[in-house]
């Protein structure tokens, strides 16, 4: 990184200087040019001037021999080059002016390699071969590519080599383009009646084509809406980084609420209503039951004949009800017979459809 650790005057708008670097062990020499302009209020004509004139320059590096520097060629990393997606142009749009400094003794022509360029997809990046600079020839999108690798070379007009190809790098910036979009229009969860404030219910994810790690994939979970709202409006809360769902309030009761609706929306931008893109789905939560209703009688005595020496035949019907969830454990009644039939005459069995007790004779 290159900045001024005090001010000084410019002559004119533009100064140009060599950095040279050296490597202490091997005592290896190299330089880059780099060009110093100052940031007045831009025309029109100063934007269009200045963007003819960013160049990335084929490296020179120097090494000792017989006492003396000489250039040689060397691999250089370049800076990337930050291209937003989904630009309007116009195409081509200009990106960089690639160039060697040999260019002032020989002519030279340009190329770019790699994918992008001479491999699919094709054509997105071109090179004018004599001026060395470099365009992009149509819109770009992050979630299809999000960094291309090119390689920049330069030949004399024989197409001999003058200088070692050098890596470019070009990332595509994202922009916010892409709704949230939830894996499932329709989530499925379960909990028990009864159940204490905190107590997990589920967990709804949605997901963001836009970079995750930029606010434009960075998602917030928000209730919109609760049915019923009863007894309370806010029975549920979300935690609003990881979609758990979690019961806020007691009172959860499966025979007055069987099941709750919420619309859960997630938002990118980190939830900004402003500015971030929102997309909705529906959790559905059943309220499971408890075994928390005892079984009642429908009436407090029952009557029933039987004839004498007769087995095996229903005496009486003995009716129940229960407010738990039919054909569950909770509501499945079992009878016994606690007391007036010291030699064992009666049995009690279950219907298993009406819940009744069947009285019968058993010897």
């Known amino acids: 990184m290159v900045y001024a650790v005090r001010s000084f005057p410019l002559s004119s708008e533009h100064a140009k200087f060599l950095i040279y670097a050296q490597d202490k062990e091997t005592q290896e020499k190299w330089q880059v040019a780099v060009k110093l302009s100052l940031k007045p209020t831009l025309t029109e004509e100063s934007v269009k001037e200045s963007a003819e004139v960013e160049e990335i320059v084929f490296p ?44 002032k003794n020989l002519s030279l022509r340009y190329s770019v390699t790699g994918p992008g360029a001479d491999q699919p997809p094709t054509g997105i990046f071109i090179i004018n071969p004599i001026s060395g600079q470099l365009s992009v020839t149509k819109p770009l999108d992050r979630e299809q590519i999000a960094r291309f690798h090119l390689r920049a070379h330069a030949v004399d007009i024989n197409g001999n080599q003058v200088e070692n190809p050098i890596d470019i790098v070009i990332n595509v910036i994202d922009m916010n383009d892409n709704r949230p979009e939830f894996l499932h229009q329709v989530w499925n969860g379960t909990v028990p009646e009864g159940s204490k404030p905190g107590t997990y219910v589920m967990t709804v994810t949605a997901i963001d084509a836009d970079d995750p790690n930029a606010l434009n994939g960075m998602l917030r979970y928000r209730i919109v809406s609760q049915a019923p709202s009863t007894p309370s409006p806010n029975m549920f809360t979300i935690n609003n980084e990881t979609g758990d769902i979690i019961t806020v309030a007691a009172g959860l009761d499966r025979e007055k609420v069987q099941q709750y609706t919420l619309i859960i ?15 909705t789905a529906t959790a559905i939560i ?4 408890v075994n928390d209703n005892p079984p009642e009688f429908t009436a407090m005595t029952f009557y029933g004949e039987v004839p ?41 069995q279950t219907d298993p459809n009406s819940n009744d007790g069947l009285v019968t004779v058993v010897k």
């Open 60 to 103: 020179r590096q120097f090494s000792k021999h017989s006492g003396h520097l000489q250039r040689q060629k060397r691999d250089w990393v370049i800076p990337p080059i930050n291209l937003p997606e989904n630009s309007r142009g116009p195409f081509p749009q200009e990106l960089v002016r690639i160039r060697s400094d040999r260019d």
């Open 308 to 348: 004498e020496n007769r087995v095996d035949i229903i005496v009486a019907n003995l009716t129940v009800t229960d407010k738990d969830q039919p054909h569950t454990p909770a509501w499945n009644a079992v009878y016994r017979i606690s007391g007036g039939d010291p030699t064992g005459r009666f049995a009690i």
């Open 286 to 289: 059943t309220v499971t039951d």
């Open 265 to 279: 929306q997630a938002t990118d931008m980190e939830g900004n209503p402003t500015y971030g893109l929102s997309n």
